[in-house]
């Protein structure tokens, strides 16, 4: 399978703590980006990293990236019960179009 | 899910009969893409395309064809569908790598049920 790893699969935690996500990958990247998809619904667009870039920001989103690792981590801050959702990340190729997703992670922000 | 719809949103249909789902899009994007969510597996390509008329196999494509007469059409056909066919599909479009990032837009994702 072309498929990278998530971990973990799922995750449980109170408002206002911190969720943390981790992507793991197979090949080369153009950028490497994180997806939210809300029960029910399609996948909307969070935050993208470019494969020259170690670390992003966007509001109360951090993510990383270790090239050598083939690696990824999602870094939600002060989470709320409104981040509740399950998150995905995808490798974007340098070549063609094709974009892979991970399984995801599923988190769950308890008031 | 502005500038995307899917249809049919549902459909059930029996082992054997032929399926096909449509993906429009107003954007007028280079790229469009189907997938398949199951539980345990996440989200996985089926094919997509890069123009019209060009098509590209994904991850799991057996039993799937698409077509893409159009810009703003791609058709994803399951010639004789069966039960491990039953899933969420969903379509996504963008830009492609030459716009800077390929960021997919999604649809609101189309439920088959194969009995």
């Known amino acids: 399978s072309q498929q990278g790893e998530e971990d973990p699969q799922a995750l449980s935690i109170q408002e206002g703590e911190n969720a943390t996500m981790n992507c793991s990958y197979k090949?080369?990247?153009?950028?490497l980006q994180w997806y939210r998809q809300n029960s029910g619904r399609g996948l909307v667009h969070l935050i993208l990293?470019?494969?020259?870039?170690r670390e992003k920001h966007s509001g109360r989103l951090r993510v990383t990236l270790d090239t050598s690792k083939k690696s990824s981590s999602l870094l939600i801050t002060a989470s709320r019960a409104a981040d509740t959702a399950s998150y995905f990340c995808?490798?974007?190729?340098?070549?063609?179009?094709?974009?892979?997703f991970g399984q995801g992670t599923e988190l769950s922000v308890k008031p | 899910d502005a500038g995307i719809t899917q249809s049919p949103r549902h459909k059930v249909t029996e082992t054997g009969t032929p399926v096909t789902l449509r993906c429009h899009q107003t954007?007028?994007?280079?790229?469009m893409y189907w997938y398949r969510q199951d539980p345990g597996h996440g989200l996985r390509l089926i094919h997509y395309?890069?123009?019209?008329?060009?098509?590209d196999k994904g991850e799991v494509s057996d039993g799937y064809s698409v077509s893409r007469s159009k810009t703003e059409d791609f058709l994803l056909t399951l010639e004789s569908a069966t039960s491990s066919q039953t899933s969420v599909y969903f379509c996504?479009?963008?830009?492609?790598?030459?716009?800077?990032?390929?960021?997919?837009?999604f649809g609101a994702g189309s439920r088959l049920t194969v009995l």
């Open positions: 996504a479009i963008s830009p492609g790598l030459s716009s800077g990032a390929n960021v997919l837009t």
């Open positions: 090949t080369s990247i153009n950028n």
């Open positions: 990293i470019r494969s020259n870039e």
């Open positions: 995808a490798e974007v190729y340098n070549q063609g179009g094709k974009l892979i």
């Open positions: 954007e007028n994007h280079r790229y």
């Open positions: 395309s890069y123009g019209v008329k060009d098509t």
